[in-house]
Nanobody
Framework: QVQLVESGGGLVQAGGSLRLSCAASGRTFSGNGMGWFRQAPGKERDFVVGISWSGSTVYASSVKGRFTISRDKSKNMVYLKMNSLLPEDTAVYYC?????????????????WGQGTQVNVSS
């Protein structure tokens, strides 16, 4: 069983930065894609960014150029650096591991999810 634990959320002013971390433990598999999603109150869970085992990435248009995903395979860690934050980035951010090499935006392709970390961006 894979466990994912996010950290690094908090309150930041618009224009500021945060770095989220996702620690994976348990029966993690090499070759799997990882993703970050977010969910604002009253809204659906949205795809933010995904990264393949080899490091290929795909970003949602709303965060492209502002957010950067990275992974440290030796540490089973995935990171999300968020710059130029906007109030509309306020949400709970979730880390997820895919069932295989997929790293796109379909939530059904992700087998494991963390509990989420809250990000609040004030205007």
């Amino acid at each position: 069983q894979v466990q994912l634990v996010e950290s690094g959320g908090g309150l930041v002013q618009a224009g500021g930065s945060l770095r989220l971390s996702c620690a994976a433990s348990g029966r993690t598999f090499s070759g799997n894609g990882m993703g970050w999603f977010r969910q604002a109150p009253g809204k659906e869970r949205d795809f933010v960014v995904g990264i393949s085992w080899s490091g290929s990435t795909v970003y949602a248009s709303s965060v492209k150029g502002r957010f950067t995903i990275s992974r440290d395979k030796s540490k089973n860690m995935v990171y999300l650096k968020m710059n130029s934050l906007l109030p509309e980035d306020t949400a709970v951010y979730y880390c997820a591991e895919a069932r295989g090499p997929y790293y796109g935006g379909r939530t059904a392709e992700y087998a494991y999810w963390g509990q989420g970390t809250q990000v609040n961006v004030s205007s």
